[in-house]
C-alpha cells in the first residue's frame, strides 16, 4: 500500500446509500419514540425540577420557584404555581433551553416538555450510525449501530423523559464524530497535497499548514454544548483534545514528515487547543445569555453587593456573578450539597452500570385494581411503571464487546476500536470519584451509544469480509443476535412506556429480582 493510499483510508464511495440507510434508521427511532409521548401524564423523576426550570426561563428568563403542589395544578392546566422568586439551580441553562423550545411550541404538559428530548434522542441514533459507520468504514456496521440504540431501552426512555442527560449524549456523540471525520479529513488534505505535486510522500517536510479546520471546530462546538448541559462533558474534551494532537502527529508520520511532524506541537496543537478548549469559554458563557439579560436571575446581584470581591474588581458584576454562582454549585456537587452520607432506594455503583445491576424506578403506580383503568387482570393487581433500563441482551452483549475491543486496540492496534473505549472511559470512569454518594443508572446514557458502536464492530468482526467462505453462516448469527436484542427490546417495552400490565407480568421482566425492584 502507497503512502497516498493509506492516507486516502476512510473515503468511503457509498455515500448515497449511507445516508438512505442512516435516514431510515433515524426516522424508525423517531416513530418509535414518538407514539404516547404524552403518556404517563405526569412529571415523571426529575421532570418536577426541569420541566419547571425550562418554563420560568421562557417566562422570565430565570429558574423562578413553584408553590409546593405546584404538579398537580400544572397537569390539571393550572400554572398559577410559579412564584417571582429565582431558584437555585446547579446545571448549566443548555438543556433547559431546549426544553423551553418545545414548551414554547406545544404548551407546559407533558407533550411539550418532552418534545425536544424526542428530537435529541432521535438526532443521538442519527449521529451513533454516522459515527460507527465512519469508524468501521462500512455503512452495514453503522446501520448495526443505529439499530441497536433505536431498541435499547435507556435510550428510549431518555428520548421522552424532560431530563439534561439526553441534550448532553446527543452534543457529545456529535462532537465526537466530528472530531473522527476531522482525522479522516486531515489526512484525505495530507494525500491531495502529495497527488497535486506528484510526490510518494512528504520526504522530511513538514507538508501544508491545513489551520482551517472546519469538522474540528465543528467538535469543539458540540462538545461545549456538551459541557453547557451537564459540566462532567468537560472530561470528553480533556481526553479528545490529546487524541487530536496524537492524530495529527500520526498523519504527518505517515505522510514520510519524518522528524518535522514534530513541529505539529507547535503549530497543528495550539489551534486544536484553540477549537477544542478556548471555543469552549465563550460558548459556554453564551449559554447563559437570558442570565445576563435579567435582573432576577439567582445570584445576579451579587456582584452589584460585593463590590470587593476580587473577581467583581476584575472581570466587572455580571461576570464576578456568575463566577460566584459557579462556585456554589461546584461545592454543592462536590460537598455537603450533594447529601454524601445520603441514600437513596434507587442508587447505582457505577461499577454494576454496564451489567445492569441497579435500573431506577423513574415512574411507578401499584396496586391498580381489576376492572379500573384498563387492568384486565384475574386475581391479582396491576402496575403502571417506567422502569430505567437498558435492553439486557444489548448491555451485557455490549460488556463482552468492550473487553474484545481493548485486545483489539491494544494487541491488534486498530485505532478504531481506540475511539469508543476513550469515550467510555471519559464518561464513565469518572463517576467512580464519587461513588460515595447517591448515583443512578440513567447516568450511563452517556456510555451507551459508544459501547453499542462497539458491539456493532464487534458483530462486523463476526461477519467478516465479503468473500469469507463461511459468510452466510455469520451473516445469519449477526442477524440472529440483533433480531434477539430487538426482541428483548420488546419484551421489556411495556415497562419502558407505562402500559398498565398485571403484577405478575412485571415481576416476570424483573430478570435480578429485588436488585430491580
Avoid at 405546584?70 to 446547579?90: F, P, R, T
Avoid at 479529513?185 to 507538508?207: K, Q, S
Avoid at 441514600?343 to 415512574?363: K, N, V
Avoid at 469480509?465 to 426482541?487: D, E, Q, S, T, Y
Wanted: aromatic residues 14%; proline residues 4%.
Amino acid at each position: 500500500m502507497t503512502t497516498q493510499q493509506a492516507l486516502d483510508d476512510g473515503r468511503l464511495r457509498d455515500r448515497t446509500a449511507g445516508w438512505v440507510v442512516t435516514l431510515v434508521i433515524t426516522a424508525l427511532a423517531f416513530v418509535l419514540r414518538f407514539h404516547n409521548l404524552g403518556e404517563p401524564h405526569a412529571l415523571m423523576f426529575d421532570e418536577t425540577y426541569y420541566a419547571k426550570d425550562a418554563w420560568g426561563i421562557l417566562q422570565s428568563g430565570y429558574e423562578r420557584q413553584w408553590v409546593d403542589d405546584a404538579n398537580d395544578m400544572i397537569l390539571d392546566g393550572d400554572l398559577s404555581g410559579m412564584k417571582e422568586q429565582a431558584a437555585y439551580i446547579v446545571h448549566p441553562p443548555v438543556g433547559k433551553l431546549l426544553i423551553a423550545v418545545g414548551e414554547a411550541m406545544f404548551g407546559m404538559n407533558p407533550f411539550g416538555w418532552r418534545f425536544m428530548a424526542l428530537i435529541f434522542g432521535t438526532l443521538l441514533v442519527f449521529f451513533t450510525t454516522r459515527m460507527a459507520r465512519r469508524l468501521s468504514r462500512s455503512t452495514l456496521v453503522g446501520a448495526v449501530a443505529g439499530l441497536l440504540l433505536t431498541f435499547d431501552g435507556l435510550a428510549f426512555i431518555m428520548s421522552r423523559i424532560a431530563l439534561l442527560d439526553i441534550f448532553q449524549a446527543t452534543f457529545a456523540v456529535a462532537g465526537v464524530a466530528a472530531l473522527v471525520t476531522d482525522r479522516d479529513w486531515f489526512r484525505h488534505r495530507l494525500a491531495d497535497h502529495l497527488r497535486a505535486r506528484g510526490l510518494p510522500d512528504l520526504d522530511g517536510a513538514f507538508g501544508p499548514l491545513l489551520l482551517w479546520r472546519p469538522w474540528r471546530l465543528a467538535g469543539g462546538l458540540m462538545l461545549a454544548l456538551s459541557v453547557s448541559v451537564k459540566w462532567n462533558s468537560v472530561f470528553l474534551i480533556a481526553v479528545f483534545g490529546l487524541v487530536a494532537v496524537a492524530w495529527d502527529l500520526g498523519a504527518r508520520r505517515l505522510a514520510g514528515a519524518g522528524r518535522s511532524r514534530w513541529w505539529s506541537l507547535l503549530i497543528d496543537a495550539p489551534m486544536a487547543f484553540v477549537n477544542l478548549v478556548v471555543l469552549a469559554v465563550p460558548v459556554y458563557l453564551a449559554s447563559w445569555f437570558r442570565w445576563f439579560t435579567t435582573d432576577g436571575g439567582y445570584y445576579r446581584d451579587w456582584g452589584r453587593d460585593n463590590p470587593d470581591d476580587p473577581v467583581v474588581q476584575r472581570f466587572g458584576e455580571a461576570l464576578g456573578a456568575l463566577w460566584h454562582y459557579h462556585v456554589e454549585m461546584y461545592r454543592f456537587h462536590t460537598g455537603d450539597g450533594m447529601m454524601v452520607d445520603a441514600t437513596h432506594s434507587y442508587e447505582a455503583h457505577p461499577a454494576g452500570w454496564l451489567f445492569l445491576a441497579r435500573p431506577i424506578a423513574i415512574y411507578a403506580v401499584n396496586d391498580i385494581e381489576a376492572g379500573t383503568d384498563g387492568c384486565d387482570a384475574v386475581g391479582t393487581t396491576c402496575v403502571s411503571i417506567v422502569n430505567g433500563i437498558g435492553t439486557p441482551l444489548l448491555w451485557w452483549g455490549a460488556a463482552l464487546a468492550i473487553g474484545a475491543a481493548l485486545v483489539w486496540w491494544l494487541v491488534g492496534r486498530d485505532w478504531r476500536f481506540g475511539v469508543p473505549l476513550l469515550a467510555i472511559a471519559a464518561t464513565y470512569l469518572p463517576w467512580f470519584r464519587y461513588a460515595g454518594r447517591p448515583l443512578f443508572f440513567f447516568y450511563a446514557i452517556m456510555i451507551v451509544p459508544f459501547s453499542a458502536t462497539l458491539l456493532a464492530m464487534a458483530l462486523g468482526k463476526l461477519l467478516g469480509p465479503a468473500r469469507h467462505p463461511h459468510r452466510r453462516l455469520r451473516a445469519m448469527l449477526v442477524g440472529i443476535a440483533v433480531a434477539l436484542i430487538i426482541l428483548n427490546f420488546a419484551f421489556f417495552y411495556p415497562i419502558l412506556t407505562g402500559e398498565v400490565i398485571s403484577r405478575p407480568a412485571w415481576l416476570m421482566r424483573m430478570w435480578l429480582g429485588n436488585a430491580w425492584i
